[in-house]
């Protein structure tokens, strides 16, 4: 297929995009070019399949998505107004058949994705010529597939898809390791090795007095601790892939497929991190725009109903454009009146604090600010504040094990926060490192879940452990808590073994 | 669907396909299918379809939402898909859990599973059915048959060549001249309709257990010669000492006390055919399930009317025996004195939920 489905924009979308450009740049916000095109929905559907991209390597799973997507659009369950990417240009998707008033509202959400992809900090390392380098691991894993058949690509393909998520988010922005690996160490250096007690002898007589076997029966003590040197990796790795690509026995065009599904997972990582701030950002912006510029009479009902319809709340479902949104314009008006600093917080007098305004005007200023330094995890640290939650009504819920139901737990600040915080880190997902690549000297793999309160989904865990036996090829094994229990699981290429600890 | 994902899609498709495959022999002795069964599809659940992943499990996980409620209110059943966990929304919808799959389709991996033979519908040079194809056009017609694209067509040229046509005010308007109707040819076709008449037991010796296979069986029966007919209809005998001919519900439903008069059945089974389905332009189909215990008096007359009157006409007579607690059986044995001079009467025996799948290819392996 051509890259490139480029079909110039109808006239009227082109005057809404030059004027929505317009008020965008005026208001301060600052994005690579933009290309919009329009498509039809089942065009929009293998986009969004295909997470933005025209060209992907072949796979089951876009398919799989495609059809849901379609399913779903046919059932009038959902739609997709807009997809944009994170590339230079930036790419954005319209849908034909949305109407004027939500293409423009559409367009001025897009520019505000655009601001927040070029200037937010999580996405500074992130490929911005995405666009190609997709085309290219699709031409790769086509020319493997050619080369050793769909099924053995595929099912390849399928082991590392299970683990993609299993990398290190913050290694594009902190050096973990030094970058070259220093010389090796002196032999003197070296923790000396525990010697049996020899007997000072003439050299002629050495093997009479200390006989070699004898020597080395009692050379048997440092086995563990020459174990405990050589452990590889040195501390817990959390990029698991890494691990697997610098050591497990992966022929060429399988490290090459490996490499590829790491390179674009750490490309969609920064999304992940950002997604209350990247829609907050975006539809504060289009909130903005509309509503001082572009709405004009007749539209006024269908802007308010598209708007109000993507800001809808429901218990069990936080609403990152909600929540992102609010927060944004909570602190625009706290950082305009000052309400911040040791001196706001201390003050007791609740009329004073609620009528607090220093006339600071440094808002917008400060949203700026917070959308280039911040991702989810940091922006609900810093900014939520027991105010916003009670305003917003909002609550914890946590799984009754015995109901067998989700139940409001607290309206607490403290354990609000503490939830939602739980639920962002790592985007909700088991934090897993690998402990050590030569386990029981045996090179199995064993992998630790560090335990937060959540347990392990039991059977798809062994199922994710039977791909990463592929890609190892030797026993691997996950310690987790199972019931309660410190357990590892395990996976020996035939069976599953379940030892408490 | 666009080029690029079309690959994908039917890659997708065929994954479904093979786990259905894979899982067949499990669908047709559990029956689940049943319950699942739409118009046109069933959804079947497929296991094992998701990409797996170390994720959270239930137990330990919550989230934060908003709106009113107290501490301790439910606000969400725990199995409900998708829902309470990575509560942000940040996890997209990917639970693949059921998908749909077209009741042909499903004939199709049935054959393919069980290396079925397309069937060769009897007399298919001697039955023919006319049926009007709507082909052709011509001047004249009713109204309900007036093709509008072709008369404003004309009305617009006639309009524009006469110079009777305003572009700022486009008002066509036809006359008679101008109008064309849709209009048929006949076609005669091969005919491949289908009768099936389905004939069971309902003695006392029969359970719900035996009654449940039936019913499991000749849902495949059914999904197998719609696939193989254009149009399949279905008739429903039920008998003990009498036979009594009834809708679908009642078939599966019905449970009688009392002795067993095969013979019965099978009149009735004759009756219907003679009313509803000439055998010259029907392909008949019957099959009888029992227990196989009969009152033995009763035996010869059943052996007189099939060979005399059911065999000749049915392409396929099928008779399964469910075995049953009670039956003594007799009545196989009866028949398999004549299973040797008729190629279309086909035996089989099922003892229990697993050999459904092996007796749905006795009866369809034939090809008739």
Redesign the interface.
């Known amino acids: 297929m051509t890259l490139s489905m480029h079909r110039t924009l109808p006239a009227d979308l082109k005057a809404i995009q030059d004027e929505m450009e317009g008020h965008a740049a005026a208001y301060g916000l600052d994005f690579f070019d933009t290309v919009f095109e329009v498509l039809d929905y089942d065009e929009l559907s293998m986009f969004a399949a295909y997470g933005g991209f025209p060209t992907r390597y072949p796979h089951w799973r876009f398919g799989a998505q495609y059809d849901e997507l379609m399913k779903g659009y046919s059932y009038g369950l959902q739609k997709i107004y807009e997809m944009v990417i994170n590339t230079d240009p930036c790419y954005a998707y319209l849908l034909k058949a949305n109407a004027i008033t939500d293409q423009k509202l559409v367009i001025a959400h897009v520019y505000g994705h655009c601001d927040f992809f070029k200037n937010n900090a999580w996405f500074a390392h992130t490929n911005r010529k995405m666009l190609d380098q997709m085309a290219n691991h699709a031409a790769r894993i086509n020319r493997y597939i050619d080369r050793f058949g769909t099924e053995v690509v595929e099912e390849f393909v399928d082991a590392c898809l299970s683990i993609e998520d299993l990398i290190d988010p913050y290694l594009p922005h902190i050096r973990r390791r030094p970058a070259k690996v220093s010389q090796k160490k002196t032999e003197a250096e070296e923790p000396s090795r525990k010697q049996p007690m020899r007997f000072e002898t003439r050299s002629y007589l050495e093997p009479y007095v200390n006989p070699p076997e004898v020597m080395s029966s009692l050379d048997d003590t440092p086995d563990q601790e020459r174990a405990e040197h050589q452990r590889i990796p040195a501390e817990p790795q959390r990029d698991v892939l890494l691990f697997l690509l610098e050591h497990a026995p992966l022929k060429d065009w399988q490290h090459d497929v490996l490499s590829i599904i790491r390179d674009e997972a750490y490309y969609f990582a920064p999304q992940g991190q950002t997604k209350i701030m990247n829609e907050g950002w975006a539809s504060y912006w289009h909130s903005t725009i509309m509503t001082r510029h572009g709405v004009t009479g007749p539209d006024l009902i269908d802007y308010a109903d598209h708007h109000s319809g993507t800001m809808a709340t429901s218990p069990q479902r936080l609403n990152p454009y909600k929540l992102g949104i609010e927060l944004f314009r909570d602190i625009e008006e706290r950082w305009n009146k000052g309400q911040f600093g040791p001196e706001y917080d201390t003050c007791d007098d609740i009329e004073k604090k609620e009528n607090w305004d220093l006339e600071l005007g440094l808002g917008r200023d400060k949203i700026f600010e917070v959308r280039r330094v911040h991702n989810d995890v940091t922006f609900i640290d810093t900014f939520l504040t027991a105010d916003f939650c009670r305003r917003h009504r909002m609550f914890s819920f946590a799984y009754n094990d015995g109901s067998k139901n989700y139940e409001i737990q607290s309206r607490e600040f403290d354990q609000i926060k503490q939830q939602l915080l739980n639920n962002l880190t790592n985007h909700g997902r088991p934090m897993i490192y690998v402990d050590d690549g030569n386990y029981r000297n045996r090179g199995e793999l064993y992998l630790t879940h560090q335990y937060q309160g959540n347990e392990l989904k039991l059977g798809e865990a062994q199922e994710t452990l039977r791909n990463l036996e592929r890609l190892w090829g030797r026993p691997v094994h996950i310690e987790s808590v199972v019931d309660d229990l410190p357990t590892v699981l395990s996976f020996d290429g035939t069976d599953h073994e379940m030892v408490t600890l | ?5 079309e ?9 479904v396909r093979g786990k259905v495959r894979q899982n067949l022999r499990k669908y047709i002795t559990q029956g689940e299918m049943i319950g699942r069964k739409g118009r046109e599809a069933v959804s079947i659940p497929i296991p ?2 998701d ?30 898909p998708g ?9 997209p ?2 639970h ?1 859990r059921e998908v749909e799959i077209s009741l042909a389709e499903l004939a199709d991996i049935l054959a393919d599973e069980l290396e079925l033979p397309n069937i060769q519908p009897k007399g298919q040079d001697s039955i023919k059915s006319v049926k009007h194809k709507y082909s052709s056009v011509r001047q004249t017609g009713p109204d309900s048959l007036r093709h509008f694209r072709r008369t404003f067509k004309r009305a617009l040229k006639r309009q524009i060549s006469s110079d009777a046509y305003d572009p700022i005010r486009p008002v066509i308007i036809p006359t008679r001249d101008d109008e064309r109707f849709r209009s048929w040819k006949d076609v005669s076709e091969p005919q491949t309709n289908a009768a099936v008449i389905y004939l069971m037991d309902v003695s006392g010796s029969m359970t719900d257990e035996q009654k449940e296979i039936v019913r499991t069986e000749s849902f495949w029966i059914d999904t197998w010669l719609r696939r193989q007919y254009d149009g399949v209809q279905r008739r429903y005998i039920i008998h003990d000492a009498v036979a009594r001919e009834v809708d679908e519900d009642t078939f599966y439903r019905t449970r009688e006390s009392g002795g067993t008069r095969i013979s019965s059945a099978y009149k009735g089974a004759r009756i219907i055919i003679d009313r509803d389905f000439p055998p010259d332009d029907w392909n008949i189909y019957c099959f009888h399930f029992s227990d196989g215990d009969n009152w033995g008096e009763d035996n010869q007359g059943c052996l007189g009317i099939l060979t005399e009157t059911l065999l000749p006409v049915c392409n396929l007579f099928g008779y399964g025996q469910v075995q049953s607690p009670y039956g003594s059986g007799d009545f196989l044995r009866e028949l398999k004195k004549i299973d040797g001079d008729w190629e279309n009467l086909i035996l089989s025996e099922i003892a229990g939920r697993d050999d459904i799948y092996d007796s749905i290819k006795q009866f369809l392996g034939t090809g008739r």
Request: glycine content about 26%; proline content about 9%.
């Open positions: 669907m666009p080029p690029g994902i690959r994908d899609v039917n890659r997708f498709k065929q994954i094992n379809i990409m797996p992943h170390f994720r959270h499990g239930q137990k330990g996980s919550g989230g934060v939402g908003q709106g009113e409620g107290e501490p301790g209110q439910p606000i969400g059943r725990g199995q409900d829902q309470g966990e990575g509560s942000a929304g940040s996890e919808g990917q693949i």
